[in-house]
């Protein structure tokens, strides 16, 4: 809880999909950068978990 009620929690979720949906969108047309597809989004969110684990990992190891 950061101070937030559930409403001003869920108005502040809605407005960071917003923000990443115009990037996106500016993205692609003015960059060329297409869109992702549903499953090119979970092997990156898969990649990026594994990833976070493995430096997850090296703090700990670097902190004992």
């Given at each position: 809880?950061?101070?937030?009620?559930?409403?001003?929690?869920?108005?502040?979720?809605?407005?960071?999909?917003?923000v990443?949906?115009?990037?996106?969108?500016?993205?692609?047309?003015?960059?060329?950068?297409?869109?992702?597809?549903?499953?090119?989004?979970?092997?990156?969110?898969?990649?990026?978990?594994k990833?976070?684990?493995?430096?997850?990992?090296?703090?700990?190891?670097?902190?004992i």
């Amino acid at each position: 809880n950061a101070g937030f009620s559930w409403f001003k929690a869920l108005g502040e979720f809605a407005h960071h999909w917003k923000v990443m949906y115009e990037i996106g969108r500016y993205n692609n047309r003015h960059n060329g950068v297409r869109y992702w597809g549903n499953r090119e989004g979970y092997l990156f969110l898969q990649q990026a978990r594994k990833h976070a684990a493995i430096l997850e990992k090296a703090d700990r190891e670097i902190l004992i």
